[in-house]
């Protein structure tokens, strides 16, 4: 497999997770902070076109409940990333990317099939 990345933020225990069973299954990835190494509009546009922005915003955060309600029943592409850049905690997490592969959120399940197919 391809470089794969697993974006997220240290302190999501999703992400912690994620980068668990990677680590158990020797499994090698680099794990992108994006708070504290950031974020670019073109990696959020990347990941909308391969998956679709609304599976990106995360609308259960605590982030996301402190957007107004007008802004939150007209959200748009182009408002929600640019929120998503803004804030990153509106950002579903683990984002884990590699060539032929993308998922946001994190299932064992998911990525052991992934990998099965890969075998």
């Known amino acids: 497999m391809r470089a794969l990345v697993v974006y997220g933020i240290k302190s999501c225990d999703t992400c912690r997770r994620a980068r ?9 990835y680099r794990f992108h902070d994006i708070r504290d190494d950031g ?7 990347r990941w909308a076109k391969r998956i679709g922005w609304e599976k990106l915003l995360n ?3 605590a982030t996301w409940r402190k957007v107004p309600e007008a802004d939150q029943s007209h959200v748009t592409e182009d408002k929600a990333l ?3 850049l803004d804030q990153p905690t509106l950002i579903k997490r683990p984002v884990i990317e590699a060539r032929n592969y993308i998922a946001v959120g994190f299932s064992e399940q998911q990525f052991t099939q992934f990998l099965e197919k890969k075998a």
């Open 59 to 61: 609308k259960r955060s």
């Open 39 to 45: 974020l670019d509009m073109r990696t959020l546009k």
């Open 20 to 28: 668990k069973f990677f680590d158990r299954k020797n499994i090698e």
């Open 82 to 84: 640019a929120m998503m």
